[in-house]
């Protein structure tokens, strides 16, 4: 009895305590807990070799996880040999076949994977000096061979023939292509053609020139201290020869001025696979980066986020929403994707831009802003357990050249974050007017639909291998080349011996651009010199092209034109249309195609460095009625396209006198008032001041 009297006084003591509790309401945060991260000791081989060690005996395993901090290389017509370089690391070398190298890592119940720019083993501390001898094999004794080369393509050849019928995979091929660009390493996407295109010497060579250690770290985690991992790396990777690596530099991809629509029509599909993404510039390791991943995480970064509540536990338009924002050295990315019922495609679309203003325009709660920390705290604290994870963290803090403390504060950092901060945050890398819209789908039943997330009302067409193409596109007649088509535009214009009577033109053309009236003034001197102004009354813009050097001048700002654009303006000039050949232009007819109701052959022009751009001929009548290309500016790369109509004869050939012009979310009309022709524009006009 006293027992039970004893147990009812404790339930009266506790009991009021319980009934005051709303259990409704998340407990108030607490202050973040110190994180104490196992440390880890370092040194550097005389070849330049960084090695971390992290000892950890609570398991008698020792891993070796090799990184190589290189920049991604640009693989053109070859893509694919450096993923098959890393390999082919894994099939043999001057003292094992890739039999005998199997067996040993068998016999050893180790791990044993290599790839382009990694070897990564682990297994019992009895059999550490087996396996750095063997890694060591790899590294300084590797033989490429062409049988192992062969079943590597053939492996990849397979899937991507098992790709082209995977609609997810299809949609992460063309947003790389389409997001990066196809001359961005990022962009680069593998294709039959590619893989058969390249050898076993280019793999040889990628793996001489970049496997080298004075590029390397390595963490040795595991059952080991410091002076035995420095002897074994020593031993066997101190013969390991440094040389200088190669450095590569990129344009950074930009997100579009303006929201793009792109699709890939697939007449089968049922469902559509959508993605809404862009280019980010956002580091790894920096403070944005803890930001931003609170705001994904909110938006869409997991099954809580609000895509997923939205589109799945809403509309029922999906089993699941979600969004990417992942950062990176060269450039990072942002994508919300889905998939969804065919019908409601361009629905899920609207709300999926609907949560991206809604979270760069309001302040999220703190009871949202709580949770997400919570999520990512502990993700954070659960990882910890891994000591690969410490060895992460040693090297990403040298790699990436990180704060000492920049892990062991994660938590602190996080959890100072406010409502302010994200909506900040989701401001600055958040853009629902700058997406690349990218469908997979059904394409007769989706099309129209879609084309209203473009500024344009346009939707631009991708093949599974990233390549535009025009939906439209006619057969061309028997006969019809892009020779013929050019040299009859010649002659309608008015012949060779009449173009090149043309010495100088002189412009003038007046238009309207968001209701300001301009006046464009361009005087063009042979072999290539521009003169050109644009008035607007309140600004005015000048450029001035010498045939060599030039610049644009306005607002009190002079830019010099950049290397690129000076290129454009030679392959622009007053004779441009004959001489094709001298200038290394390369020009091939590529289909036929509906130009504002009249059929066009449609004609891609390649210069000497790469650039592509198009020119549409009318069937009828010879004549240039488009031209379409790529435009490099501060803001990005955008295509312009350029319509011409009404041609008129001035002293023996042909020139349009009404002008359209659309570049990106700007559209001009422009009516030519006057040309003139062979007025002695004199050289001082052209010079650069």
Known sequence: MKKL??????????????????????????????????????????????????????????????????????????????????????????????????????????????????????????????????????????????????????????????????????????????????????????????????????????????????????????DINKTKAKQLVEKYLGKWEKKDVPKKVYTTPKAPLVNKVSLVDRSN?????????????????????????????????????????????????????????????????FTASTQVRTSVTDSAITEIISEMKKIRNEKVSDDELQKAKNLLSGSFVRSLE????????????????LPKDYYKNYLKNLNALTADDILATAKKYIKPNNL????????????????????????????????????????????????????KYVDEIGGRENILKVQDKTTIMTGTVQGINITVSIKQKAPNKLYQVLDAGVFQQTTVFNGTQGY???MGQRTEITAEQLEDMKDNSLHSMLNYEERGIKYELTGMETINGKDAYKITFTTSSGKKSTGYYAVDSGLLIRTSGSISTPQGSFNQTVDMDDYREVQGVKYPFKINQNMGPQAIELTVKSYEINTGIPDSVFEIK
């Open 436 to 487: 690349h819209v990218i469908v997979v789908g059904n394409g007769d039943e989706i099309a129209k639909n879609i084309s209203r997330f473009s500024i344009n009302n346009k939707v631009e067409y991708y093949d599974p291998n990233g390549n535009l193409y025009d939906p439209t596109a006619k057969k061309i007649p028997a006969g019809v080349t892009a020779k013929t088509v050019l040299d």
């Open 5 to 222: 009297l004893l147990l009812m006084l404790v339930f009266a003591f506790v009991n009021p305590a319980f009934s005051q509790l709303d259990r409704s309401k998340l407990p108030a945060p607490v202050p973040a807990s110190e994180i104490k991260i196992a440390n880890y000791e370092s040194f550097e081989l005389k070849n330049g070799l960084k090695v971390f060690v992290i000892e950890n005996r609570k398991m008698p395993r020792v891993s070796f996880n090799l990184v190589l901090d290189v920049d991604p290389l640009i693989e053109a017509a070859n893509s694919g040999y450096v993923s098959a370089a890393g390999e082919l690391l894994r099939t043999g070398t001057k003292k094992r076949t890739k039999d005998q190298l199997d067996k040993e890592i068998d016999l050893l119940g180790a791990t044993l994977n290599t790839s382009a720019t990694s070897i990564f083993a682990s297994g019992l501390e009895r059999n550490k000096e087996k396996l750095m001898e063997i890694i060591s094999d790899i590294i300084l004794n590797s033989v490429f061979k062409q049988e192992e080369l062969d079943k590597i393509k053939k492996q990849m050849l397979s899937a991507l023939a098992t790709s082209k019928d995977d609609p997810s995979t299809i949609s992460q091929r063309i947003r790389q292509a389409i997001m990066y660009g196809k001359d961005h390493p990022f962009g680069e996407l593998e294709s039959e053609e590619t893989v058969k295109n390249f050898t076993l010497e280019m793999c040889q060579n990628y793996f001489e020139i970049y496997f080298r250690p004075n590029v390397a770290y390595l963490a040795i985690v595991g």
């Open 269 to 333: 599909s049922v469902q559509s696979v959508i993605a809404l993404g862009y280019p980010v510039e956002l580091q790894i390791g920096t403070e944005d980066a803890i930001k931003a991943s609170v705001v994904n995480l909110i938006l869409g970064g997991s099954a809580t986020g609000r895509l997923f509540m939205n589109l799945r536990e809403s509309k029922a338009y999906t089993y699941g929403a979600y969004s990417s924002m992942n950062p990176d050295r060269l450039i990072g990315s």
């Open 552 to 554: 644009t001048e306005g």
């Open 386 to 401: 891994s000591p690969e994870t410490i060895a992460r963290f040693a090297i990403n803090t040298a790699r990436y050249n």
